[in-house]
């Protein structure tokens, strides 16, 4: 059998995938729902439990230890154990020695619009599963062995399932496909599979991480989350896409995917650009980004954040001829701030919602929900910048002036009508009535760095440092009485907000405390992984346990103070 290789870790965090499949491994078959055995869990047309997979030993029930690599699944119990491997994005192989395997229909009803129907397929022997919910079928092929199979063609509620006892070696593949393929054939032993399965890992690994080091012990698994969560193209997803997650926020948000691109644009530039333009393929008649994208689903009820031209600062250059798309596609998505979202007169965009910032319950948005913020408006200065250097470069000069003047402008009504000469301010969209609130986002116009006077920036690294906890910055003041550990944007640390301040911090003039906030951060992913957020007190992981933006966000840090190291030379590196 083969020796593990690889960074080590439980599906109950990380579910075991590969890269192009929209299937994975996981005891998470719904949100915050764990089952007590691993499921091959689907997420076409959204999340899915499809088959639960139960060891046996004697025809019962095994206690068997489950762990993973990239490239193996593995249950042991003493010396017996079963291994799965993917040998492409839609067919995995799985075989056991002294354990036997029972594959049983997560659902056991069926119904005429819901559920598993279950048959032998006379052509080739096999097993198939159609299952309603993914609209797809899910084969099982005998290699070696013996099995038994019970359900098949039963109508209603019914157990359906295939038995492979464990009294001598098996071995099976299963596949999950749409109408009809032809018999599962392979010329490729599981050896071979685990070999081809671990160099692509390795060289996707490679590829994004080509820095990494001892002091970057989060880096590989980092890589095996985004690496994983990738899917390849299918229904609404036109391109390569890297999903927030496959667990239960298995989409891709708007703003999410910035974070993604800037992670994998250095060793995968084509990948990168996929995840920056793949939400523009969806950009309504208005210039709206929606406010997600999955496999058979598109949102437009809220957007997000623009901060896309931050975002494109960092992935530049960009390739011959791409300039004059990415402009066009920018200036739709910045316009529908500045005439769909701003009232007549009135200078600053609004959110209709705290969703639509990204930081959807902040206290900023508890006195009114239609706002005009202070990050919003650093965020369209940031993106109107970046419009005039992409105007400038397509000789188009008369534009590159019109977004320098526009951004100019904002800046100084942010300046002088949102600063209270201590602090950012948030204004109703309605009456004009202003507030201050004691979440993080208040501080989020420290990403226009250099463009804040000093006496603002210094204001703002101040107040950012009174957020910062033994882990990280919490998103809401810790001594706040609206703070809870498990508030979502009202207190846990997350991977957005810690890279947009610590990049604004340095570029304001504030290395010292940004490699403070990197460190922490860093520190935080080596010892809770890449969760959806972070108790900012505790350090424990919060909701989705396996979020690519948090691999990415570390992915992020850990190059660029990799980076700063070596700029050092022999004695940075000794610090």
């Known amino acids: 059998m083969t020796v593990a290789a690889g960074p080590v870790f439980s599906p109950r965090e990380i579910p075991f995938s590969f890269r192009g499949s929209w299937f994975g491994f996981s005891p998470v078959i719904a949100e915050n729902t764990y089952a007590p055995d691993v499921h091959l869990v689907s997420h076409q047309t959204g999340m899915h ?18 762990s993973a690599t990239p490239h ?8 017996r154990r079963i291994d799965l491997a993917y040998e492409t994005p839609d067919t995995v192989r799985m075989r056991g020695e002294g354990l036997g395997l029972r594959l049983v229909a997560a659902d056991s009803v069926l119904t005429p619009f819901s559920g598993p129907y279950f048959y032998a397929d006379p052509g080739d022997g096999s097993w198939v599963f159609t299952v309603y919910q993914t609209g797809r079928r899910y084969r099982v092929t005998l290699l070696a062995g013996h099995a038994e199979s019970w359900g098949e063609q039963a109508l209603g509620a019914a157990v359906r399932g295939i038995a492979l006892p464990g009294d001598e070696p098996w071995e099976i593949a299963v596949e999950e496909y749409e109408t009809a393929r032809a018999p599962y054939r392979s010329e490729s032993g599981f050896e071979q599979v685990l070999t081809a399965a671990r160099a692509g890992f390795e060289s996707f690994r490679d590829a994004v991480t080509p820095w990494r080091s001892d002091r970057t012990p989060g880096a590989e698994l980092a890589a095996y989350v985004l690496w ?9 997803v036109a391109r390569p896409a890297v999903l927030m997650s496959k667990h239960w926020m298995d989409k891709v948000w708007s703003w999410d995917h910035c974070f993604n691109a800037i992670a994998l644009a250095d060793g995968l530039p084509e990948l990168a650009r996929d995840q920056f333009r793949l939400v523009f393929d969806h950009q309504d008649a ?5 406010d997600s994208v999955t496999h058979s689903e598109v949102l437009y009820n809220f957007v997000k954040p623009p901060i896309h031209g931050w975002a494109l600062a960092r992935l530049r ?3 011959d001829g791409e300039a004059a798309e990415v402009y066009r596609l920018l200036e739709r998505w910045t316009s529908f701030w500045l005439t769909r979202r701003r009232v007549p007169g009135h200078e600053f965009a609004h959110y209709q919602h705290g969703n639509d910032s990204g930081w959807d319950n902040a206290t900023t948005f508890d ?20 419009l005039a250097r992409l105007a400038a470069e397509l000789g188009l000069m008369d534009a590159a002036a019109a977004w320098s003047r526009e951004a100019g402008r904002m800046r100084e009504a942010l300046l002088a009508e ?10 109703s969209a309605h009456s004009g009535r202003t507030w201050s609130s004691s979440s993080l986002l208040d501080l989020m116009p420290i990403v226009l760095g250099e463009e804040l006077p000093e006496p603002v920036r210094a204001s703002l690294a101040a107040r950012i440092e009174t957020h910062l906890t033994e882990f990280g910055l919490a998103t809401e003041l810790p001594g706040s009485p609206d703070y809870r550990d498990d508030g979502y944007w009202r207190g846990p640390i997350w991977a957005p907000s810690t890279v947009l301040i610590e990049d ?46 948090t691999a990415s966000a570390y992915l992020i840090l850990a190059a660029a103070h990799e980076h700063r190291l070596t700029l050092a030379g022999p004695r940075g590196l000794m610090a």
């Open 504 to 549: 604004g911090l340095r570029r304001a003039g504030y290395p010292d405390l940004a490699d403070e906030i990197s460190a922490r951060f860093r520190a935080l992913c080596e010892k809770s992984g890449f969760a959806e957020n972070f108790d900012a007190r505790s350090g424990a992981g919060l909701r989705d346990r396996a979020y690519t933006w």
């Open 72 to 79: 193996e699944l593995t249950w042991t119990c003493d010396d």
């Open 228 to 236: 994983s969560a990738t899917v390849r193209p299918a229904g609404f």
């Open 367 to 386: 006195p009114e929900r239609v706002v005009e913020t202070a990050d919003l408006a650093a965020f369209l200065v940031l993106q109107m910048r970046e």
């Open 317 to 319: 250059p960009l390739q």
């Open 286 to 290: 208005a210039g709206a980004l929606p």
């Open 418 to 427: 949102l600063w209270d000469g201590d602090r950012f301010v948030a204004r």
């Open 49 to 66: 439990p499809i088959l639960r997979l139960i060891p046996t030993a004697a025809g019962a029930r095994a206690e068997t230890i489950l």
